[in-house]
């Protein structure tokens, strides 16, 4: 089953930016959507953004403009670039492979006033 391990989380003043990476364990990870999804405490998982194979992006609305999700298929490797960082970002974020059901650990992202 593939892993997938996130990392780049961290502490940042508003308006700041961040960039999460996902790492897949697995090469096949390469023919499948990569998505991005956080949970604030108490209250329930947000998606944030999803890739397709070629590059297709789709975003939450509460991050559309501000954030950019990529991926570099050599590396096994997604990416969420945050922009323009707000306290109500303030989450668990977590890398997901939908088709493979898989999710990693989490990293904690955390905006101050």
């Known amino acids: 089953q593939v892993q997938l391990v996130e990392s780049g989380g961290g502490l940042v003043q508003t308006g700041g930016s961040l960039r999460l990476t996902c790492e897949a364990s697995e090469r096949q990870i390469v023919f499948t959507n990569m998505a991005w999804y956080r949970q604030a405490h108490g209250k329930e998982r947000e998606f944030v953004a999803v890739?397709?194979?070629?590059?297709?992006?789709i975003y939450g609305e509460s991050v559309k403009g501000r954030f950019t999700i990529s991926r570099e298929n050599t590396r096994n490797t997604a990416y969420l670039h945050m922009n323009s960082l707000k306290p109500e970002d303030t989450a668990v974020y977590y890398c997901?492979?939908?088709?493979?059901?898989?999710w990693g650990q989490g990293t904690q992202v955390t905006v101050s006033l």
């Open positions: 997901n492979i939908p088709s493979a059901d898989a």
């Open positions: 890739i397709s194979r070629d590059g297709t992006t």
